[in-house]
């Protein structure tokens, strides 16, 4: 549902309290293409307000041209969020945790969701939120096929927070009428997002992990997670959970090996995995130690969204696009 097809299902209130109010927590790349896509879709010219929280005044600017009306504020600073409350009639939640606690301390939740739904609770709640989490809730799957039912096992701190964050959207707004739904997002590429293809750790010549060692990975390509998000604003069950995540079955080698092949760069080297955890960094030897492949049955069928690139190949070789698309 578009926001125009939402405004006229709202009977006869006054025009500005028909049209639905969209608010995005951390507007970055993602939340600029889902803004692209309302311009895109039809009756955008009826369309209802999109607002975009930032704490940096250098991206005012750049939220306005995009259409976005933007609110200073900061979600580390509690006091900042407080017109936020009875704003919006729909929110997407796409701000991460903070990578730790203000005393460097490890952190096992997410302080920065906390306060958003604290200021939320000072007013009217909206309708539905969307939240973008992330698929690595599941921990290592040893390779097998994850269905949004398996229970969460978070390996990492950084999972764990995003646990946290999930619970806390589910328990203090789901259980008031907020229809909540969980994005659990695997890598995010494009070729026209800042660092969104292997193209530059392919330079660095960065190794992988050989083949009898090698773990299955999950990309979603930007625009289709752009839909997905929409999608789910308007057509997301309560208390629901997707993986926003496309059709592609690689493993991580095989991935980094498609992509050479593709920019004409040299392979990356293969390690054992005895060999990497010596030669590479704790923060890759986290993401090289679990395996899983997410099944997007809900994504394609209960959203119905249409991918638009469907596997990795696809959306490495095509230029970026914008509009919807979903079966009918």
Known sequence: M????????????????????????????????????????????????????????????????????????????????????????????????????????????????????????????PQALVYASTSGVYGDCAGAWVPETRPVAPATARAQR????????????????????????????????????????????????????????????????????QLALWRGAAQRIYHASDNTQLRMGDYFDGAADLYGLPRPPRLSRREAQVQLPPLLLSFMSESRRLENHRLRHELRLRLRYPTVAEGLRSPSGMGLMTKK
């Open 2 to 125: 578009s926001l125009s097809a939402f405004a006229g299902s709202c009977g006869a209130l006054p025009t500005r309290f028909r049209r639905p109010r969209l608010l995005i927590i951390g507007c970055g790349d993602v939340g600029l293409r889902v803004q692209r896509l309302a311009l895109a879709s039809p009756g955008a010219a009826q369309r209802g307000r999109v607002y975009a929280l930032t704490s940096s005044p250098e991206r005012l600017a750049l939220l306005r041209a995009a259409g976005i009306t933007p609110l200073q504020g900061n979600l580390d600073q509690p006091r900042t969020l407080r017109r936020l409350a009875g704003l919006a009639t729909h929110l997407l939640h796409l701000a991460p945790p903070p990578g730790q606690g203000r005393d460097g301390a490890a952190l096992l939740h997410d302080p920065r969701t906390l306060a958003l739904v604290r200021s939320l609770r000072r007013g009217r709640l």
């Open 162 to 229: 995003r646990v946290a964050a999930e619970a806390v959207l589910r328990q203090s707004l789901g259980r008031s009428g907020v229809r909540v739904s969980i994005l659990r997002v695997p890598g995010i590429y494009a070729p026209d997002r800042e660092g969104g293809t292997p193209r530059a750790r392919l330079l660095r010549g960065t190794a992988v992990l050989q083949a009898s060692d090698d773990v299955f990975t999950n990309h979603i390509h930007a625009d289709d997670l752009a839909r997905a998000c």
